[in-house]
C-alpha cells in the first residue's frame, strides 16, 4: 500500500511549525531512503525515464516525471547543503529535547522560538555569535549565562 504525503493549507493566523536544519536533515534522509526502496520494488527510477521517453507513457506521466525530477533536485541540493552547516555534525540525542526546552524557559534561558532556532541551526561558540542570534543579549543575559548558553549548547555536539 502505497501512502503520499499532502500538503497542508494552512488557515489564516495558523503559524506554521518551526524546523531546525536537523530536523529537515533526518526528514529529507528518510524520504530519500523510502524513495529508494520504493524504487528498487518497483524497477523504475523516474530520474531514468527522460523527456522522450515518456512521451511513450503520455503526456501526464511525462509531467509527472518531470515534477518528480525537480522535486528530487531540490531535495538533494537541500539536503546537500544542509550537511554543510554546524547541525550536519549533529545527532538526535533523548537529552536534545530537553536541552531545548531548557533553552526556551526563563528558568534556563528565556529564549524566544526564533532565537532557539537560530542556536539549534548554527551552533554558536563565541559569545559574539551569541551577539548575532540574541536580541538585546546583554540586558537580558549576564557573561556568566552566556558562558553557560554556550557550554549548553556544546553537549548537543
Known amino acids: 500500500v502505497e501512502t503520499t504525503a499532502a500538503m497542508e493549507i494552512l488557515k489564516s493566523g495558523d503559524v506554521p511549525v518551526l524546523m531546525t536544519n536537523l530536523e529537515v536533515k533526518c526528514h529529507l534522509e528518510g524520504r530519500m531512503k523510502e524513495r529508494a526502496e ?3 520494488v518497483l524497477g523504475v527510477n523516474i530520474s531514468d525515464i527522460d523527456a522522450n521517453e515518456g512521451a ?4 501526464q506521466v511525462q509531467k509527472q516525471c518531470a515534477t518528480l525530477r525537480d522535486r528530487d533536485w531540490i531535495e538533494t541540493n537541500i539536503l546537500s547543503y544542509i550537511s554543510m552547516t554546524p547541525c550536519a555534525i549533529m545527532q538526535i540525542k533523548p537529552s536534545m529535547d530537553e536541552v531545548v ?3 526556551k524557559t526563563v528558568e534556563g534561558f528565556g529564549l524566544t522560538d526564533a532565537e532557539t532556532l537560530q542556536i539549534l541551526n548554527h551552533l554558536p561558540t563565541e559569545v559574539v555569535e551569541l551577539h548575532l542570534l540574541i536580541e538585546d543579549l546583554p540586558s537580558r543575559l549576564t557573561e556568566e549565562r552566556q558562558e553557560e548558553l554556550l557550554r549548553c549548547v556544546s553537549q548537543l555536539k
Open 38 to 40: 520504493r524504487q528498487k
Open 56 to 59: 511513450d507513457y503520455g503526456d
Open 101 to 103: 526546552h531548557k533553552l
